[in-house]
């Protein structure tokens, strides 16, 4: 028998049933919803959300001009500049170490462009870029000193009007990115809350159609209790976007301040310590001019390990040569005449200036840090003059087994130092240079070096003194004592894998 005049539900007690029967069978559903293959599909697919555009590549032309680089920033700036100078993707050690620069304001776009169109590689590739040789050689005339200073301030009194537009551009380029960022998030909003304007209408429809008790029939329950969750996961959709816009614009303000703050902070410490470091390099750089010799001397002197490097054929742009503390030049310049390919580190900013407005290939950088960042059998040569007496002995081994690492096998160290052998200079020229740590001799730097794993060792006795006083003395070994070689030189080779 029916039942006649049956009770008239509203849309709010309906609901209210529903969600009540949802509870109860909580769990029933989410085997329902686990299980059908329909409905998964259904709520993969549900939302389409738009997405940030990824930055393009630069475009392969005849020439560029400044613009066509600059206008990328970051690693996207960097990785252009490889692809439109060189026509390649940046190595990980060069890139890792101009992306470093570039961030910490080390170099200037401008700088990087310009190192990597008049390497010896971007000389080969020969890509034009109007306007950059001009604006480059003014950021390297920027860097020498006390010149330098004075450029810098002309520049920066011409360059005003620019470097107020090229902030306002900035500012204008990061509202531009705001506001497209904070249109994504309403259009997203405007897509969830239209998705549960549908579900609520739904909902009210199927209401209207079912004004009976929906517990005998289980294909309405299964329907109205997908449909709950539907509904759920919507909503907790449209919450978890208004409080991640929240959230985020909260922490763009504080990162905002905070950046500020750390700013001010770390430019006052940077100009302090910068102010040190540069009267210490300036001080040493003079030190270096007076007791060193002149640079011809001692690019004359240094050619006798030229022969070692033609008959190591190494030199190239697969086995390059590493010059650490390459000081005012000369051993780079002597291979640079010779149409060798090699790079120079040093610690002395001073000295990295010079070479660098000599048109050197030289970078500030820690020997053991730049090492240990670079491939297993990757350098064809390490050299180093006059720098192993200023390391402690626990450096220097790790020195020498960084510098087997990434040596070719064949690959070849060449390491000058004073000569302890001679009294004179053991005794008292060695300490000319405060800097300097012990001497080391000739045996003791060879038993090291052949106990990192290097052969074919050579001890080169170099650069004998003379004096009048020299031929007074009869005795040879006295004389060699007084007067003998002040320098000597070990040549060894990375013994190739049998």
């Known amino acids: 028998m029916t039942a006649s005049n049956p009770k008239k539900l509203t849309i709010d007690e309906l609901m209210s049933r529903i969600r009540a029967k949802v509870m109860q069978r909580r769990g029933e559903s989410d085997l329902v919803f686990k299980t059908d293959p329909v409905l998964v599909e259904d709520v993969a697919n549900h939302f389409s959300l738009p997405r940030l555009a990824k930055t393009e590549k630069i475009a392969t032309k005849a020439s560029y001009t400044i613009s066509d680089f600059t206008n990328y920033h970051d690693e996207a700036f960097i990785h252009n500049a ?3 100078v060189l026509k390649r993707l940046p190595d990980r050690l060069g890139g890792d170490i101009y992306l470093k620069k570039l961030r910490s304001g080390t ?3 401008i700088e990087i462009l310009g190192r990597l169109r008049y390497s010896p590689e971007g000389r080969i590739r020969r890509v034009k ?3 950059l040789l001009p604006v480059f050689i003014s950021k390297l005339i920027n860097k020498l000193p006390v010149l330098g200073y004075f450029t810098s301030l002309i520049t920066a009194l011409v360059s005003l009007p620019k470097i107020m537009r090229n902030q306002q551009k900035f500012e204008n380029y990061t509202d531009y990115h705001f506001n497209k960022f904070t249109a994504i998030i309403n259009q997203t909003a405007e897509q969830v809350e239209a998705a549960i304007n549908k579900l609520t209408t739904e909902s009210k429809t199927m209401a209207d159609q079912f004004r009976v008790e929906l517990e005998p029939i289980k294909d309405i329950r299964l329907m109205v209790k997908d449909l709950d969750e539907r509904l759920a996961r919507v909503i907790d959709v449209h919450e978890l976007s208004c409080k991640t816009q929240q959230t985020l614009l909260a922490r763009v303000n504080n990162l905002e301040n ?3 703050s750390q700013r001010k902070l770390l430019t006052s410490l940077y100009h302090e310590e910068q102010l040190e470091e540069t009267q210490f390099a300036e001080f040493y750089a003079g030190f270096e001019d007076k007791f060193r010799g002149t640079r011809q001397d001692i690019k004359e002197r240094q050619k006798v390990y030229l022969s070692y ?5 190494v030199g190239h742009a697969d086995s390059p040569i590493i010059d650490i503390g390459s000081g005012r030049g000369e051993w780079l310049e002597l291979l640079t005449e010779h149409d060798l390919f090699a790079k120079g580190i040093d610690i002395n900013q001073t000295f990295i200036n010079y070479c660098q407005a000599q048109g050197l290939f030289v970078e500030k950088a820690d020997a053991l840090a730049y090492l240990s960042v670079l491939e297993d059998n990757s350098v064809g040569a ?3 003059f006059h720098i192993i007496e200023h390391l402690p002995l626990k450096t220097l081994v790790k020195l020498l087994i960084q510098c087997h690492r990434v040596l070719k096998p064949g690959g070849l160290i060449i390491f000058e130092t004073p000569n302890p052998e001679n009294l004179m200079t053991g005794a008292c020229n060695f300490y000319l240079d405060p800097t300097h740590r012990n001497p080391i001799p000739p045996a003791a730097a060879a038993y090291l070096i052949e106990a990192r794993g290097f052969g074919q060792l050579e001890v080169l006795k170099l650069n004998k003194s003379y004096s009048e006083d020299a ?6 070994y006295l004389k060699q004592l007084l007067f ?3 320098d000597y030189g070990i040549v060894a080779h990375k013994l190739p894998l049998i």
Do not use: F, H, V
Request: proline share 3%; no cysteine.
């Open 82 to 84: 490889y692809l439109g």
């Open 107 to 109: 170099l200037s776009k």
């Open 129 to 131: 870029i109007r306007g």
């Open 258 to 260: 905070e950046l500020i």
């Open 309 to 313: 490097i033609e008959k190591a054929k």
């Open 382 to 384: 390490i050299t180093g």
């Open 471 to 476: 031929e007074k003395i009869d005795n040879p």
């Open 484 to 486: 003998g070689e002040q």
